[in-house]
């Protein structure tokens, strides 16, 4: 099946720096999201993009929607110690329903105070 | 409470029985998602519900997973003959009609032990 290759596979980082993850697709997408994921909890969506080339914030956290459709970044600036937990790009394939997100296999975030 | 509730939080079962989870969606969501997430990675789809019937189903990965969702609400993941490759953390999401695809409000999780 589709796959979306997440990178990295877990960060550790300083409380202040800035992060930056990204993930790939050997196949188009038509939409790209990232989620956060906590100990116990169910994913919470970060940002959705849905337009090739679009560029979207929310707070300290900025996407990218890539051009070729292939690809989605995600910015963390000045991180906190609540930055902490799975971060997960997700899309939705063409021919793919509403229903039925991909999901990379996450990037862990460790946040030293 | 406002978010999506699923029942049992933890569920665990021996090998061959039969389970079933199930999900409460925000109230007034007419679309309900089920997934599953194995430990170390991302949710795999399984099954979505637009009202009471299955919009896609193309995830269950074999005729042992059924889902129901008889009145457009609650819905039930029912497995049979339950192996220790079914463990793993089964999550329900909802949304609104209409929503942009892929915004979805995710429960906690179910989850199931299979020894």
């Known amino acids: 099946g589709q796959q979306l290759n997440q990178s990295p596979q877990s960060m550790f980082i300083q409380e202040g720096e800035d992060v930056s993850m990204n993930c790939t697709s050997s196949s188009i997408f038509n939409t790209w999201l990232w989620y956060k994921q906590e100990p116990g909890e169910g994913p919470v969506l970060l940002i959705a993009l849905y337009k090739a080339g679009e560029l979207t914030s929310n707070g300290r956290l900025t996407a990218q929607f890539g051009i070729t459709r292939k690809d989605s970044f995600l910015n963390i600036s000045a991180s906190i110690p609540s930055d902490v937990g799975i971060y997960f790009c997700a899309g939705t394939s063409l021919g793919g329903s509403q229903g039925n997100l991909i999901f990379g296999k996450g990037t862990k975030l460790s946040v030293k105070p | 409470g406002a978010g999506v509730s699923q029942t049992p939080s933890n569920k665990v079962t021996e090998k061959g029985k039969y389970v079933e989870l199930r999900c409460d969606p925000i109230?007034?969501?007419?679309?309900l998602y089920w997934y599953r997430q194995s430990l170390g990675q991302g949710p795999e789809f399984l099954i979505y519900f637009q009202g009471t019937g299955a919009a896609d189903d193309s995830g269950l990965p074999n005729d042992r997973f059924f889902a129901v969702r008889p009145e457009g609400s609650v819905s039930t993941l029912k497995i049979q003959r339950t192996e220790r490759g079914d463990s793993a953390v089964y999550l329900c999401?909802?949304?609104?009609?209409?929503?942009?695809?892929?915004?979805?409000?995710f429960g906690e999780g179910s989850r199931l032990t299979v020894l």
């Open positions: 109230s007034g969501h007419t679309a």
């Open positions: 999401a909802s949304t609104l009609t209409g929503t942009n695809t892929g915004e979805l409000f």
